[in-house]
């Protein structure tokens, strides 16, 4: 039986409002439009793979307010298992963001139930985790809890992708315990301390054990780099050398870039898991993004496997 690949992450609703710039500090400007879209990193890259046809099961929690139960039916909807996301007291987290004409966005997570999955509540959902063919991290989370994750996929021999976003500081001793680390720029120089050219940054991540890197840049596309094996699909791929490799991103005019790293990581997770070498599956999960980027929303623009197969085809 094909094991899941299992999301334990945020659920957010994205507040989005549409500027033709992003205001400085202190300054008011006229939205363009509105919308309340389905988001949170986790949700999105759950969606994402579910979309694509793979068994997706999420671990996380919403609040018990209209947004919980919207967010809930969306990822039931996409094809995600919701039964370990929980419904707890107080609002569910929400992301106001602004997104420019140029594609630019930021945003500001507000965790609210987010924040309450906790460490207890993963060890009660731990048999979900232990058979899992994958599992997909952010860092939208409690970190305790994502470590208590991992710590309970390495016992089990499970391999996980970390996206390192937002960044923030990592607990000791992680680094050997990720198959995949996925960071983009912003988020690498953070993580190294400072900013490094692409091929440098990844060597370093591998020095510190971590077993396979994806440098998201965007336009540029993605530099996959991967060291150790490790059995099973999913794990990296070269036997005690490393293989790294740009994988160029496809030309197309962007709309909405919220939500285009989740939807790489979730299409690059399901492609490893089907057996694709990972340079391969950057390509795939590359295609991917580059339709979710030509749509609106977060989870709203991931597309399905045939969408992407039909892009492939003529790109
Ligand atoms: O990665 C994009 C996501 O970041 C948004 O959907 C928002 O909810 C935040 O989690």
Redesign the pocket.
Known sequence: MTKPIVVVG?I?M?LVARTHTIPRPGETVIGTGFETTP???GA?QAVAAARLGYPVKMIGMVGEDVFGQALLENLSDAGVGVWAVDRVEGPS?V?P?LLAESGENS?V?VPGANGKVDCAYIDKNIELIRGAGMVLLQL?IPMATNARVMEICADAGVPVMLDP?PAAGLPEGVWSKMAWLTPNETEAAFYLGRSTETEAAAKEFLSRSVQGVVLKRGAEGAYVASQVRKDGPGAPSAVGETRAEWVPAFNVEPVDT??A??CFNGAFGVALMEGRDPWEAARFASAAAAISVTRRG?QASMPTRAEVEGFLACH
């Open positions: 945020s957010n994205d988001g949170g990193k999105n987290g992301a963001i945003i997570v939208e976003a919220v939500g790293g989740d977060a």
